[in-house]
């Protein structure tokens, strides 16, 4: 079964960049949708970006959209998350996960996507 491992995650203060990636432990994601999801204790789990299988199209949360880039390198079977201008707001754990086949990685619906990474902490100071 393949497995995701998310790295990038750490300690950074606001309006500072980070940028988070996404590998598996054996070559899948090319023909997959991929998205990032963020969990913040005591919260649920929250849509933060989407890509298609391609690259092609990309899909942002109204809190992320300007700041945060999704990208997927299908070449090296990874997907990454650029974040800029980092906000408080934004610490929490991501996880990437893995969608539909060949879909445009529109879908916020957690229950679309199959496999998830064990996830990375952000964590933004003010």
């Known amino acids: 079964q393949v497995q995701l491992v998310e790295s990038g995650g750490g300690l950074v203060q606001a309006g500072g960049s980070l940028t988070l990636s996404c590998t598996a432990s054996k070559p899948t994601l090319w023909r997959f949708a991929m998205g990032w999801f963020r969990q913040a204790p005591g919260k649920d789990r929250e849509f933060v970006a989407g890509?298609?299988?391609?690259?092609?199209?990309?899909y942002y949360s109204d809190s992320v959209k300007g700041r945060f880039t999704i990208s997927k390198n299908n070449a090296n079977d990874s997907v990454y998350l650029q974040m800029n201008s980092l906000k408080p707001e934004d610490t929490a754990v991501y996880y990437c996960?893995?969608?539909?086949?060949?879909?445009?990685?529109?879908?916020?619906?957690?229950?679309?996507?199959?496999?998830w990474g064990q996830g990375t902490q952000v964590t933004v100071s003010s």
């Open positions: 996960a893995i969608g539909r086949s060949y879909g445009s990685g529109s879908s916020k619906d957690t229950g679309d996507y199959d496999v």
């Open positions: 890509i298609g299988w391609s690259g092609g199209s990309t």
